[in-house]
């Protein structure tokens, strides 16, 4: 079982997002930070930027939003599949990004171990609710640990 943090919330948790487009990026983090209070977060715009940004600190992000296609052949399931087989993936929360929320989309996240898929274009509600759904989950999961 992959162990996650404790709490998701804006004051202790890094995020990275992992989009090529910077404009998806860039509305992203507004809705992040000004949104919600986040104010860690760094953003790349590939898988193996992200990887080498994880691999030389994997205790910096707590959460992670990937896009799922890139002009390359790694597509974001894969990095989420590559930080889970390194074990990078403890203590983080992951979300998969795509225009095309297909469900196949979905069960490569899932399988990888991303907590949701979030929609393109962005939609304030949506990633409230995902993120609502995880400190939920979060807290249910501490709370059965004694």
Known sequence: MTEKPGSIKPSDTSILIVDDNPQY???LKKI????FGYNDITSVDSPQKALQLIEESPERFKMLFVDYRFPEVVNGGDLLLKLK???LMKEKVAFLITSEPTVDNQRQALRAGAQGVVAKPF???SIQQQLDK???SLQ???K???
Request: cysteine-free.
């Open 25 to 27: 990026t860039q509305l």
């Open 32 to 35: 992040l930070g000004l949104g």
């Open 85 to 87: 087989e390194l074990d």
């Open 123 to 125: 939609a304030r509600t």
């Open 134 to 136: 995880v400190e939920r």
């Open 140 to 142: 249910m999961d501490s």
């Open 144 to 146: 059965d640990q004694f």
